[in-house]
Nanobody, 127 residues
Framework: QVQLVESGGGLVQAGESLRLSCAAS???????????MGWFRQTPGKDRELVGA????????YYEDSIKGRFTISKVNAENTVYLKMNNLKPEDTAVYFC?????????????????WGQGTQVTVSS
């Protein structure tokens, strides 16, 4: 069992930055180094969409087209934490952001491929 806790969301103006954190823990959890991780976002009435993902080794990452060059995903194994650094935020980035994890494996592109989820953190970008 893995618990994921997101933090770092908030209300910012367009052009500003935020860094989201996702801390992993659990009774049988050993290390985030063994997990592929993903960041998703969701707005009311829409499905969760993948924003960015990183494979279990941390050597390969994927970014959705609309956030390429603005967002960066990283894993810090010593902290059992994955980060999503978001620069030059836009109003259309407003959403609830979720992190997800899946033991081992390559980058996962679909929500159904992830076993563990956090509770989400709200990001609101004003124009």
């Amino acid at each position: 069992q893995v618990q994921l806790v997101e933090s770092g969301g908030g209300l910012v103006q367009a052009g500003e930055s935020l860094r989201l954190s996702c801390a992993a823990s659990g009774r049988t959890f050993s290390s985030i180094s063994n997990y592929a991780m993903g960041w998703f976002r969701q707005t009311p009435g829409k499905d969760r969409e993948l924003v960015g993902a990183i494979d279990w080794s941390g050597s390969s990452a994927y970014y959705e087209d609309s956030i390429k060059g603005r967002f960066t995903i990283s894993k810090v194994n010593a902290e059992n934490t994955v980060y999503l650094k978001m620069n030059n935020l836009k109003p259309e980035d407003t959403a609830v952001y979720f992190c997800a994890s899946q033991p081992y494996g390559d980058i996962r592109y679909h929500a159904g491929e992830y076993t563990y989820w956090g509770q989400g953190t709200q990001v609101t970008v004003s124009s």
